[in-house]
């Protein structure tokens, strides 16, 4: 099975940015996190950067959405 890129360069790069910053902030619990808070922000973190880098997100597949040019 082949993954179609299906996000734009401004969303690829906004997911990577936001990614890195949620693993940043669960990793270190700044800002006075809660454990749970921190492990949920470690979590959204890893998805946000993990489909900003393989240019694909399945959700936006799901709802026949695309942000790139096809």
């Given at each position: ?34 454990a749970?808070?921190g ?24 709802l ?7």
């Open positions: 099975m082949t993954l179609q890129a299906n996000l734009g360069s401004s969303d690829k790069f906004i997911r990577i940015v936001a990614g890195i910053i949620l693993l940043t902030l669960g990793f270190f619990k700044l800002g006075g996190l809660t749970f808070a492990i949920l922000a470690i979590v959204i973190g890893v998805v946000l950067l993990a489909t900003g880098v393989i240019n694909f997100c399945p959700a936006y597949k799901l026949g959405l695309r942000t790139d040019k096809p």
